[in-house]
């Protein structure tokens, strides 16, 4: 039995000769997921982040075993842009994915762009947000998230997380915000490493040849200290690469076969 002090398990990396594999794994260890943590508490909290991941998540609509209705969902980084921008995340996974299925949209946790003059007040309400979902149920001095869902940049970053910029040594904010973001638009908020390293399973999503460069960086040298190399969720948390074998054709990490 892990108990609070052990290290970090290691990253377990799934590789799959095609996107639609790929798509169909997730789907199968998100139900999954939903399902452990419904019997356990009675609800879904999950993360997403933007870029490529929203779409590939498609592969959920219409699968049998889904209880919408007890998911609460947040988003792991959001661009500061109106709701219904073309930039904005909350846009593109509704888009996607939320509009086709029966989820509440009062589960739907989104920043509130009426603040966006001041990102200290933005980030802040949204961390207020998170703290209504979990005070007293699952936090600790953090959420603890039953699945967070990431993608990788081709420079590392994760979430609104960049290589080398400050907010990589955040240790107290929730959520924290970025006005200098070097993938545009540069307005953004983040949920901080203590956020996404509390979470009971992280899953980084990433596919296409386009991240093949980067993923050896990241999986073979942690200690280079890439911002997705620096999510090690705290035990007994888990940490999955659901990648297809174009992204991961140079990677020497190894390859576990998926089983649920
Ligand atoms: O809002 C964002 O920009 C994202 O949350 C960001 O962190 C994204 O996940 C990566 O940049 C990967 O993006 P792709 O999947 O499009 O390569």
């Known amino acids: 039995m892990p108990h609070a002090h052990a290290p970090p398990a290691p990253p377990v990396l799934f590789s799959f000769p095609s996107s639609a594999q790929l798509t169909d794994a997730l789907a199968q260890f998100i139900i999954k997921s939903q399902k452990e943590s419904i019997e356990k508490k009675g609800r879904f909290t999950v993360a997403i982040s933007g870029g490529s991941l929203p ?34 995340n909350h846009a593109l996974a509704t888009r996607e994915l939320f509009s086709k299925v029966p989820i ?3 589960h739907i946790h989104t920043i509130d762009p009426a603040l966006a003059d001041d990102l200290e007040e933005l980030s802040d309400a949204y961390e207020k947000e998170l703290i209504r979902e979990f005070a007293m149920k699952d936090s600790a001095r953090f959420p603890i998230f039953d699945l967070i869902l990431l993608g990788v940049g081709p420079d590392g970053h994760t979430a609104s997380l960049f290589p080398a910029h400050e907010l990589l040594s955040e240790e107290d904010r929730w959520v924290a915000y970025i006005e200098d973001s070097p993938k545009p638009p540069p307005k953004r908020v983040t949920f901080t490493f203590p956020v996404l390293n509390h979470a009971i399973r992280v899953a980084f999503v990433a596919a296409g040849a386009s991240k093949a460069d980067i993923l050896p960086t990241v ?9 997705a190399s620096r999510v090690r969720p705290v035990s007994p948390g ?22 649920l």
Do not use: M
């Open 238 to 259: 888990a940490l999955y690469w659901f990648v297809d074998d174009a992204a991961s054709a140079k990677v020497q990490y190894s390859k576990t076969p998926f089983k």
């Open 55 to 88: 779409k590939l998540l498609t592969a959920l609509i219409d699968r049998p075993g889904l209880k919408w209705d007890k998911w609460q969902v947040f988003y792991a980084d959001e661009r500061v842009v109106p709701l219904d921008h073309p930039d904005s």
């Open 219 to 227: 999986l073979d040298q942690p200690e280079a200290g890439l911002p």
């Open 104 to 106: 509440p949209a009062s």
